[in-house]
């Protein structure tokens, strides 16, 4: 990871801001948040993946002016308990409501059980990736998935992610992605596909 820059603390609020951005649309976003969604509260929840992952996996930028962010963990480590929701910020995520909280918690304990069923050995996994709107086309995505895909081969492990934009597929297969599964997020239309590089 000598290409990217390794997030700090210091640098929460902004990575926080720049995925925000990246994913103001995102379905998944509007889901877990409901009625309450907006770039606020969407910022409330990428604070506290950011913070999550830099105490428990990580987390890097592809600069330390953070055009884009990636946020990756080797999965066995990948455990949302309560002691370490808490020291990651979660209270803060009461903020948008008993009801995404709720949704959120049931999301990820979906995710959680199609992910185990799509690769059942170790692997890395991606959390999150995104660009600043004002800087996409420009490879900074490209930088972070090179990275990345560099780490897991170093380690000799395949690498999972998910993504709910069908536009996205494309894009990961470039860089050796396979389409593993795909799923409803229950009680929903949204579709979540489940994506490995071997």
Same mark, same amino acid.
């Given at each position: 990871m000598n290409d990217l820059y390794k997030l700090k603390k210091k640098d929460i609020d902004k990575s926080s801001e720049v995925l925000a951005k990246a994913f103001s649309d995102y379905p998944l976003f509007k889901y877990i948040l409901g009625?309450?969604?907006?770039?606020?509260? $969407?910022?409330?929840?990428?604070?506290? $993946?950011?913070?999550?992952? $830099?105490?428990?996996? +990580?987390?890097?930028?592809? #600069?330390?002016?953070?055009? %884009? !962010?990636?946020?990756?963990?080797?999965?066995?480590?990948?455990?949302?308990?309560?002691? @370490?929701?808490? @020291?990651?910020? %979660?209270?803060? !995520?009461?903020?948008?409501?008993?009801?995404?909280?709720? @949704?959120?918690s049931q999301y990820d304990e979906f995710n959680m059980?199609?992910?185990?069923? #799509? !690769?059942?050995?170790?692997? +890395?996994?991606?959390?999150? $990736?995104?660009?600043?709107?004002?800087? +996409?086309?420009q490879a900074f995505g490209k930088k972070l998935l090179v990275s990345m895909l560099k780490v897991a081969k170093e380690k000799n492990h395949p690498c999972y992610l998910e993504t709910h934009?069908?536009?996205n597929i494309k894009i990961y297969e470039k860089y050796g992605f396979e389409l593993v599964s795909q799923d409803f997020i229950p009680r929903t239309d949204i579709v979540q596909f489940n994506m490995l590089a071997e």
């Open positions: 009625d309450n969604h907006s770039i606020e509260n $969407i910022k409330i929840l990428t604070k506290f $993946i950011v913070k999550y992952t $830099i105490l428990y996996g +990580q987390a890097y930028a592809t #600069s330390s002016d953070i055009e %884009g !962010v990636i946020l990756f963990t080797d999965f066995k480590d990948y455990k949302f308990t309560l002691l @370490r929701s808490l @020291r990651a910020g %979660g209270l803060s !995520v009461m903020k948008i409501g008993k009801e995404a909280g709720m @949704r959120f059980s199609v992910h185990k069923d #799509s !690769v059942n050995k170790p692997h +890395q996994y991606i959390i999150g $990736i995104g660009v600043d709107p004002n800087k +996409q086309g934009d069908k536009e």
